[in-house]
C-alpha cells in the first residue's frame, strides 16, 4: 500500500471516476465496468466476517436442524403447511405473514432511521454472499485486486483464460450448491436427495427451479455484483427519506481531513496540492478508501445512495492514519451532525413513532399469534343450487375442509351451534379422525322442517377436537326459497291432492 502515491481506484482505467453526477460503475455509453475493490484488513472486517460467518451457518444449517420432527424452516407449498421451529401453519394461517412482513418492513425503518444501511452492510444475502464467498474465491484463485486490474487489462491467452475458467467454474458449482440448498428449504433435505437421484425428468419442476436459481445466482453474482444494490433495490433509493443528520452513517471527517494533499518527505504538502498557507489536513489523497469500496465511490464527496455502509473504507483509512501515527476515525461510523461537529440526538421524533409502532404492531402480533390451533377448518357451499327443498325439508349442502396441524392422529367433532329449533345436521355426526398433518373434505348436509322453515337465518360451524382443549368456528348463511312461495306451493299441493268420497 503506498501512502504517498495514488492507490489505484477499484476500477479500470476506462471507467469513469467517482463523481457525484454519475455512477462510477457504469460507463457514458452505458456498458457495466467490473469493479475490482483491494482487500481492506481492520476490526471491522473482522466482525463482519463474523457475522457473516454466522448467518451463513445459520443458512446452511436450518435445512438439517430438526425441531418436532421437522425441518426448523420448512416452506411446504406442495402441502400448504409452512413450518417454523416446530410451530406449524397451514395456508389458512397465511394472514399472519402480514404481521412478519409489517413488522420486518418497520422493523427496517426503525432499524434505519438509527443506524442507517448498517443492513445492507452486514446481513443482506447480497452483501454477504457476493463479499464473503464470491469475492473470496475470486481473489484465491485469481489474486488481490491489483492482480484482477492488471488481468482484466491484460490480453486473453491461455493463462488468463485458465484463471477466468477456474474462476468462473467455481461460481457455477457454488451457485448450484446454494440453489439445492434453497430447495431444500421448500422440500426438506432427505427429498431432495432423493429428487438428486432421481432423472431430472421425474422432477422436472424442482430441475429447472434449481438451474434457474443456480443462474440467477451466478449472473448476480459473477457479473452483476454491485449493480444489484445501486440499480434494482429500493432499500438504497429508499434511505435518503429514511435517514435524518442524526442516523448513524459512514462518513468522511471534512473538518479533519481538509485540506486534503499528498505528504511530501518532510511532512507538508506537496507542491501545488491543497492550500499551501495553512497546515495539511489529515486526508493524504492516498485513495485507498475508493480503492477498497465495492461500489467504487469516493465517500469523500459525501453520503451517497451507493455506499451500502459496508465500512471498508473505514478500515482502509484507519490503516492509513495508523502508518502516519495520527488517530483512527477520518472516516467513521457518526451522524451527519457528528461529522459536521454537533451533538448526535439519538432520541428524536421518528424513532419514537416507529419504536411505538413496533411496539403495537409486536402487541397485536403476539394477540394473533395465540389464536392459532392445531387444527384448521374451512366450510364452502357445494356446487350447484343455493338450496333444495321437498315435501319434508329444505337443505343446503357444503363441503367441510378438516386440516390436522398436529405430527400424530386427531379426531375432530364438528356441530352446529346456535341455530334455531329443528335445524338438523347431516352428515359428520361421528367424530373424524384425521392422520397426522392430514387433511379431509367432507359433505355436511343442514337441514330444516319446511313447516318450520320462516326465512334465510345465519348457523355457527364449530369444530373443535375431542377432547374440547381448543376450538374454530365459521358462520354460514343457511338458505331457502321465500316463506310465502313455499306456502302457496305447498296449498296447491293440497288442492290438486285427490280427496276421498
Ligand atoms: S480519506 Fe483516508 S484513505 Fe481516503 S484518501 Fe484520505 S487518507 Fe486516504
Ligand atoms: S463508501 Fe465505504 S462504507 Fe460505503 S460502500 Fe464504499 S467502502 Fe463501503
Same mark, same amino acid.
Not at 387 to 402: E, M, S
Given at each position: 500500500?503506498?501512502?504517498? @502515491? ?47 460467518? *454466522? ?10 436442524? #430438526?425441531?418436532?420432527? !421437522? ?8 402441502? #400448504? ?25 418497520? @422493523? ?7 443506524? @442507517? ?37 491484460? %490480453? ?21 450448491? *446454494? ?5 431444500? !428449504?421448500? $422440500? ?19 430441475? *429447472? ?18 449493480? *444489484? ?5 429500493? !432499500? ?19 473538518? #479533519?481531513?481538509? %485540506? ?154 364438528? #356441530?352446529?351451534?346456535?341455530? %334455531? ?19 379431509? $373434505? ?9 313447516? @318450520? ?29 321465500? %316463506? ?18
Amino acid at each position: 500500500m503506498s501512502i504517498r @502515491g495514488t492507490e489505484p481506484s477499484a476500477q479500470t482505467a476506462t471507467a469513469p471516476s467517482p463523481s457525484l453526477e454519475s455512477l462510477s460503475s457504469i460507463r457514458a455509453d452505458g456498458s457495466h465496468v467490473r469493479l475490482q475493490p483491494a482487500d481492506a484488513p481492520g476490526r471491522f472486517r473482522r466482525w463482519r466476517r463474523l457475522a457473516a460467518g *454466522l448467518l451463513l451457518a445459520l443458512y446452511l444449517a436450518l435445512p438439517w436442524i #430438526r425441531v418436532g420432527g !421437522y425441518p426448523a424452516v420448512l416452506l411446504d407449498l406442495a402441502a #400448504r403447511r409452512f413450518h417454523f421451529f416446530g410451530w406449524t401453519l397451514a395456508a389458512q394461517d397465511l394472514w399472519l405473514l402480514f404481521f412478519l412482513i409489517s413488522g420486518l418492513g418497520f @422493523g427496517l425503518f426503525f432499524m434505519t432511521a438509527l443506524l @442507517g444501511r448498517v443492513w445492507c452492510g452486514w446481513a443482506c444475502p447480497q452483501t454477504v454472499f457476493l463479499e464473503h464467498v464470491y469475492r473470496r474465491i475470486e481473489r484465491w484463485i485469481e489474486g488481490d485486486a491489483p492482480v484482477r486490474r492488471r488481468l482484466d487489462a491484460a %490480453p486473453w491467452s491461455g493463462a488468463k483464460l485458465a484463471r477466468r475458467a477456474a474462476t468462473h467454474a467455481a461460481f457455477l458449482v457454488l451457485s448450484l450448491v *446454494l440453489a439445492h440448498l434453497f430447495l431444500a !428449504y421448500f $422440500v426438506s433435505v432427505p427429498a431432495l436427495w432423493a429428487m438428486m437421484r432421481a432423472a431430472p425428468l421425474a422432477h422436472w419442476s424442482a430441475f *429447472l427451479f434449481v438451474f434457474g436459481s443456480a443462474g440467477v445466482l451466478y449472473v448476480d453474482f459473477a457479473w452483476f455484483r454491485e449493480q *444489484l444494490c445501486i440499480v434494482l433495490c429500493p !432499500y438504497g433509493r429508499l434511505q435518503s427519506a429514511l435517514i435524518d443528520d442524526h442516523s448513524l452513517v459512514i462518513g468522511y471527517d471534512t473538518r #479533519r481531513g481538509e %485540506p486534503r494533499g499528498k505528504r511530501t518527505a518532510t511532512g507538508g504538502l506537496a507542491a501545488g496540492v491543497g492550500d499551501p498557507g495553512h497546515s495539511a489536513g489529515d486526508c493524504v489523497d492516498c485513495d485507498r478508501c475508493v480503492a477498497v469500496c465495492p461500489t467504487g465511490i469516493d465517500i469523500r464527496q459525501g453520503l451517497q445512495i451507493e455506499c451500502i455502509g459496508c465500512a471498508a473504507c473505514i478500515d482502509a483509512c484507519d490503516a492509513v492514519m495508523a502508518r502516519l501515527r495520527r488517530p483512527p476515525g477520518l472516516i467513521r461510523y457518526d451522524s451527519l451532525a457528528g461529522l459536521a461537529g454537533g451533538v448526535t440526538r439519538w432520541v428524536r421524533p421518528r424513532i419514537v413513532i416507529y419504536s411505538l409502532l413496533l411496539l403495537a404492531g409486536g402487541i397485536v402480533a403476539g394477540g394473533a399469534f395465540t389464536t392459532v390451533k392445531p387444527a384448521a377448518f374451512g366450510i364452502t357451499r357445494m356446487v350447484g343450487a343455493a338450496y333444495y327443498f321437498d315435501a319434508a325439508t329444505v337443505r343446503n349442502q357444503f363441503l367441510v375442509r378438516l386440516v390436522n396441524k398436529r405430527e400424530g392422529p386427531q379426531q375432530l367433532v364438528v #356441530r352446529l351451534q346456535g341455530a %334455531p329449533a329443528g335445524v338438523a345436521q347431516v352428515g359428520l355426526e361421528r367424530p373424524v379422525e384425521l392422520a397426522g398433518m392430514g387433511e379431509e $373434505v367432507r359433505p355436511l348436509v343442514i337441514a330444516v322442517a319446511r313447516a @318450520g322453515y320462516t326465512g334465510a337465518f345465519p348457523v355457527t360451524v364449530v369444530v373443535r377436537d375431542a377432547g374440547g382443549t381448543f376450538e374454530l368456528a365459521r358462520e354460514v348463511e343457511f338458505l331457502g326459497p321465500d %316463506p310465502k312461495l313455499l306456502q302457496e306451493e305447498e296449498k296447491g299441493r293440497h288442492e290438486h291432492e285427490p280427496h276421498g268420497p
